[in-house]
């Protein structure tokens, strides 16, 4: 019992331990979320105050462009109101109020748009510039800051001089203009009807100009005196004429007259009003011809969009005119251009996105097609990039009703994915229906792919027939071959799901697959083959080439040695041997000769090493080319001519070799009998002469 009590002691102990320890748990986390929550509304704060000191505007975002609309308020509002007011008296002193408050606020707008400028960022080399030290300088230097800063002048100070009845102190708000026209090129950017919007802009513009000239016309007419002839205000002592609204009505009538050019005008009769009268009518053949440019320019960009979204119906009026096409045939063409017209079916999309960016146009297409492109069973499980290179290629097409989109037995080159309509697959009397296809579906998948072993052969197997109007997609054989060759892992599994439709259709001949892919194989050897031999053949011609050259030469050297050789041969005994006085002695003409010899016999020696090093080294280099291409047969013509020419080359230097030692013979030969044959042929012509024929008849008789 003791022991059992013992343990219920100690179990009691460590339980109440246990408690205590998660008590105190729950109490560091209440403490601790206590001081996170402290933490941080302090920090929330502080980021607050950094945010709104680091805060920069981003020219690109929306914030920009909304901020940039919402100024367009203060600027048209003093542009309008400063000059009525100060024409128009009344409406100054029965709205005061209303005109200080807006004032004022438009003042408190334009200086928030300073501070906007200081911290909007700038591209710099594509980066957007952040630094605000940057921005600063960048700004304060401006022209765009002078004109901010002078519009924000304190010129209400002047109403202390003047009436606070003279708004006219306030001018200087008109030079905050230039925030107008980026406010307007941005929404004119963005605008989904630019056309409508440029319209809308130039009224705006001109109603504003009439605004001006009817205050001046008013004030013109006070400074003459209202009344005082038919052209200017009618006198406001009239009760019809006293109203606020009727002078102000009546003063815009009369300006729009003038701009229009439209309706009679009273004539001027002072000076003051015909320098009025010339001023507006200059500035109305302005407005004028402002008004007719942009609305040409807007009819000339509506036919521009209509030419590109639709092809030209006219051109093709005229053509099947021209070519007297039957009425069915020109009443189904004209059907097709209405339901193109009516229901806005747009035929040339790439032409019309070729402008963009190719990542652009592969994100719209992505948009606009992909959804119906994954529809298709081969696609479905197909990468991503793949069907986003496959969405550029989609081409849309349009269908009347009636008209057969592929006929039985017909080589297919494209497969079709139904956007919209319903398509009959029919029998070939063109009547009896077998299926009815409608949005989402699509067929001649297979006879893109190629696949070996089709029965089929890549021909249609079924008549279909557009029922009503359809637009339909199609996708060629050539672009889808022209993707997949960047994806072969793709074109593996396209190419398996082909043949397991065509294993369930009964059409897939898997023995003629077999000796497909064996031909294909001998095929691709046999092109390799081709390829080498001609590659084999040009080595062979380039050789045959070299050859050729290298056995010019040489003969051209050797016909040049035979010249030189016959050269010496004719040489005359004056050339050979030394003169002394006009008289030969023996020794000398011997010792001459023999110097004459040895000179001769060294060059003609020194010549031939060098010949036949020249050749020895060109028939090296020949065999080499030849034994290291390895022709075969023409292997075996070289050898036989280089057989051929080495053998002539020797020839021919034996005979060289002939002529040299024929020559040195001959030389000895003179040198030893010149006395005698001297004495023996003294009454002929001369000396001299008499032994240069002995010479001469010697070196004939030498062997050659």
């Known amino acids: 019992m003791e022991k059992e009590g013992d343990g219920n002691l100690a179990t009691n102990r460590w339980q109440r331990l246990i408690r205590w320890r998660q008590k105190q748990k ?103 510039i952040q630094d605000r030290a940057q921005l600063k300088k960048r700004y304060l230097r401006s022209v765009h800051f002078k004109l901010d800063l002078c519009s924000l002048l304190p010129t209400d100070l002047l109403y202390l001089c ?80 006293n109203s606020m609204r009727r002078q102000y009505f009546y003063c815009f009538w009369f300006s729009a007259q003038i701009f229009t050019t439209v309706g009679d005008t009273p004539l001027p009769d002072r000076e003051e009003e015909y320098l009025f009268m010339i001023a507006d009518l200059l500035i109305a053949v302005l407005v004028f011809a402002s008004i007719v440019g942009n609305v040409g320019n807007v009819i000339t960009n509506l036919r521009d969009r209509d030419n590109v979204f639709f092809p030209n119906h006219e051109l093709v009026k005229v053509y099947l005119r021209s070519r007297h096409i039957s009425k069915d045939l020109r009443k189904r063409v004209s059907d097709w251009y209405q339901h193109l017209y009516i229901n806005k079916k747009i035929t040339r999309e790439n032409e019309i996105l070729k402008q963009l960016p190719v990542q652009l146009q592969t994100e719209i297409a992505v948009s606009v097609h992909l959804p119906t492109l994954s529809k298709v069973t081969i696609f479905q499980s197909c990468e991503k990039s793949l ?57 001649g998948e297979i006879s893109i792919l190629n696949i070996k072993g089709n029965k089929s052969g890549n021909r249609r197997t079924a008549n279909i027939r557009s029922i009503g109007h359809s637009d339909l997609f199609s996708l060629s054989k050539e672009d889808l071959g022209v993707v997949l060759s960047e994806f072969p892992a793709a074109k593996r599994h396209l190419e398996e799901k082909g043949r397991q439709i065509l294993t369930k259709m009964g059409i897939l001949d898997e023995s003629a697959e077999g000796q497909q892919t064996v031909v294909e194989k001998v095929e691709t050897k046999l092109d390799r083959l081709e390829s080498n031999l001609d590659t084999l053949q040009t080595k062979l011609a380039r050789l045959m080439v070299e050859l050729e050259s290298s056995n010019r030469k040489m003969q051209s050297r050797v016909e040049l040695l035979e010249l030189e050789l016959e050269e010496m041969d004719h040489l005359p005994l004056e050339e050979l041997g030394g003169e002394r006085d006009g008289d030969w002695e023996l020794d000398g003409h011997r010792g001459g000769e023999e110097k004459r010899g040895e000179g001769v016999g060294e060059e003609a020696d020194r010549e031939r090493d060098e010949a036949k090093g020249e050749e020895e080294e060109e028939e090296e280099v020949g065999e080499g080319r030849v034994k290291g291409q390895g022709l075969g047969d023409n292997e075996s013509k070289g050898g036989d001519g280089e057989s051929r020419r080495s053998a002539k080359e020797e020839t021919g230097k034996r005979g060289l070799d002939r002529k040299v030692e024929g020559l040195e013979e001959g030389v000895a030969e003179n040198g030893q009998g010149g006395g005698e044959e001297k004495e023996e042929n003294a009454h002929d012509d001369g000396g001299a002469e008499a032994d240069g024929d002995t010479l001469h008849s010697h070196s004939e008789k030498a062997p050659t």
């Not at 004119?188 to 440029?198: A, C, G, H, K």
């Not at 290629?393 to 494209?414: A, F, I």
């Open 162 to 241: 003047f009436d606070i009845h003279t708004p006219l102190v306030r001018v200087n708000r008109f030079l905050h203009m230039s925030r107008l026209s980026e406010a307007m090129d941005r929404m004119e950017t963005r605008t989904s009807y630019p056309n409508t919007f440029r319209i809308s802009k130039l009224m705006l513009y001109i109603f504003v100009l009439i605004h001006w000239n009817a205050c001046l016309y008013f004030a013109l007419s006070k400074y003459i005196g209202l009344g005082a002839d038919r052209w200017v205000y009618p006198n406001t002592s009239l009760p019809v004429f």
């Open 26 to 128: 729950v109490n560091v986390g209440g403490e601790d979320k206590k001081e996170v929550g402290k933490s941080d509304n302090t920090p929330w704060k502080v980021k607050l105050k950094r945010n709104l000191t680091e805060w920069i505007v981003d020219p690109s975002e929306e914030f920009y462009y909304v901020w940039l609309q919402v100024m367009i308020i203060p600027i048209f509002y003093n542009a309008v109101i400063i000059i009525c007011r100060t024409c128009f008296e009344q409406i100054q002193m029965n709205y005061l109020a209303v005109w200080l408050t807006l004032d004022y606020l438009s003042d408190l707008m334009f200086a928030a748009d300073m501070i906007i400028k200081v911290r909007t960022g700038y591209l710099d080399q594509g980066i957007l």
């Open 387 to 443: 069907l986003e290179e496959l969405v550029l290629k989609l081409t849309p097409q349009v269908y009347s009703p009636g008209e057969y989109v592929c006929k039985k037995g017909d080589v297919g080159h494209e497969m079709y994915i139904i956007k919209e309509g319903k398509l009959a697959v029919v029998a070939d009397d063109g009547v009896t229906q077998y299926a009815v296809l409608s949005d989402g579906n699509f067929f």
